[in-house]
């Protein structure tokens, strides 16, 4: 069997789209077309149905991308690699949310790094849960965290840690809202104070306000910037409420830059995902970074 062809396949597979995998394969659709219609006429079955968006594998397609996919992707390694027994520093490609990915995941990764010839050398990217899986099935990386669990046999997800939420703003509007207040009225009491947030939808302050006073907010964004970061920066100089991980927020909490204004009996809760690409765990670089992180996250509650 050809191994081009079976590149193709799973490029295929992984995009979802005949067109999109002609972009990342630099071929023309009609190549790619071509191709896998060679491969189906040489195994004699159908590997995709074509739909009016793309393409869904059928059960041989998938089952032959869960055989080969590792396989391929390993041979890739080696070519980009070489066969130098001196060249044996791995690059692991990640993917994640910036904030949580430049605070919690990185510090941890570097470690793995150095100048003893068994190190990784690190190559990340920040993007929102739906780009970075799209992107960990395209094979641009290795290794994703992200806070949604993918669907399918395609990826292969596992629990790293849980991140709890806090809502938070500047001593300024703290000292107006005193917990005996939020504790009688709720959400009433928040009512028509500015916000700060990542996006206009108020994603984390919405997901606050179901878990903990079974209610939308009544409120809308009075600064919105699309990094955590800059949430807490914003919140401290006392532009506004705001709702950030803990682990974000923990030493602006004690060094007293912001006040937590409720601490709920059950706080609310976000888990992130360590996911890879089904059968990459193989590789040892990849293995070895996900282990790694693993372990590190039980230090991290």
Known sequence: MDLALLRTFV????????????????????????????????LGRPLFLRQARGVTPTTIGDELAHKAAPHLDALVEIAETGLDEQASL???????????????ALPALSELTGDDGQGLALRASFGNADETL????????????????????L??????????HVLVAGPRWASRISPGKLRRK?????????VVEVHESLPFVSRYW???????????????????????ACAATGAGLAVLPRYLC???LEQGDVVALHEPAVPPLRTYFLVVRTGTLAMPHIARAHEWLLRTATDWG
């Open 250 to 252: 923990a030493s602006a």
């Open 11 to 42: 490029t295929v597979h992984r995009a979802g789209s005949f067109t999109r995998a002609a972009a990342l394969l630099g071929l023309s659709q009609p190549a790619v077309t071509s191709q896998i219609r060679t491969l189906e006429r040489q």
């Open 134 to 153: 799209e992107g960990l099935a395209a094979g641009h990386h290795d290794l994703a965290i992200t806070t949604a669990r993918p669907r399918g046999a």
């Open 155 to 164: 990826l292969t997800a596992t629990p790293l840690c849980d991140e709890e």
């Open 186 to 194: 709720g959400a009433y009491a928040l009512e028509n104070l500015p």
């Open 210 to 232: 179901a878990s903990v006073f079974d209610c939308r907010p009544a409120a809308s964004g009075t600064v919105i910037v699309p990094d955590l970061r800059a949430v807490l």
């Open 90 to 104: 791995r690059t692991l490609h990640l993917a994640g949310p910036p904030e949580f990915t430049a605070e919690r």
